[in-house]
């Protein structure tokens, strides 16, 4: 199987970025609110030892989707922007989560990020404001998709989601993304297959797994086990064909029983031995 040519200077472009993000355990993006958001937390500390979660160089910020590295996450955003939930993608050592207010009537309808916190133990607070035009405000009828993107490390462990402001809906609470993948590490060499492993929370227990190297598809299988909301394990070692580059991205993810787009995403990039 080929990708299209495009999708091939992408893909090459794009493992590259990630390796680098990787090796030096630095986010990506860099824009955005760092660390603490307008209104700092008095109680959650952000500070970590030896590389621990939350410690320097973890990334923890609201990003732009301009500044993300792949189109595959700027096509992820997009295709989520008009739910009002929130979602996660992986890619590398960054793991980025979107929260969505859905249809809004105007612009002036938003989202205000106002706690953006690590703590040691690898949980992240989020704490978002629904805002809205003041009653005198004029405002042109347009309807809009507001969302937030925050970049958050890969070895967070859960995420405590609050929404506060008029028209908010319930906070989610303390969740956890639905795939989370332990081995492959991102960087790591293979050597003919893919061992991999984690755990997955997946609709009828079907998870997706694709390998390519920036010129063909080298993998792409299906995994089956429980279905959500158990917890079903991923733990699988999978034959690739030969590749043809010294790099490549491994990606595992579900396909969407509303639209079949890609969800859940985990992009790990990967080298490959001799």
């Known amino acids: 199987m080929r990708p299209n040519w495009t999708r091939r200077a992408s893909l090459l472009g794009l493992v590259a970025a990630a390796l680098l993000a990787a090796a030096c355990a630095f986010p990506l993006p860099t824009g955005g609110v760092p660390r603490e958001a307008s209104e700092p937390s008095d109680a959650r500390s952000e500070e970590g030892e030896g ?36 979602h996660f993608f992986t890619f590398g050592a960054v793991r980025y989560l979107l929260v969505g207010r859905g249809e ?9 990020v106002k706690e953006l916190t690590l703590d040691p133990d690898g949980t992240v607070h989020v704490r978002l404001r629904w805002t809205s035009p003041g009653s005198e405000a004029v405002t042109l009828p347009a309807v809009s998709y507001p969302v937030v993107l925050l970049a958050t490390p890969a070895s967070a462990k859960a995420y405590d989601i609050a929404y ?4 908010a809906p319930p906070s989610p609470g303390l969740v956890e993304p639905n795939i989370v993948v332990t081995r492959p590490a991102p960087g790591e060499t293979l050597a003919g297959r893919v061992e991999l492993q984690g755990r997955a929370r997946a609709f009828e227990g079907t998870v997706q797994v694709s390998l390519e190297d920036g010129h063909h598809v080298l993998l792409q299988t299906t995994l089956q086990g429980v279905g959500a909301p158990e917890w079903m394990d991923l733990d ?3 034959e690739y064909d030969p590749p043809t580059n010294d790099s490549g991205m491994l990606s595992v993810y579900v396909l969407s029983a509303r639209d079949g787009s890609k969800q859940d995403v985990v992009m790990i990039p990967v080298r490959f031995g001799r």
């Open 51 to 86: 590389g621990a979660p939350g410690s320097e160089g973890t990334p923890l910020a609201e990003v732009s989707v301009d500044e993300v590295p792949a189109q595959d996450i700027r096509d992820w955003v997009e295709v989520n922007r008009p739910y009002g939930h929130f």
């Open 104 to 112: 809004s009537p105007d612009a002036a309808h938003g989202l205000e």
């Open 164 to 167: 506060e402001g008029e028209g």
């Open 236 to 238: 699988a070692s999978l």
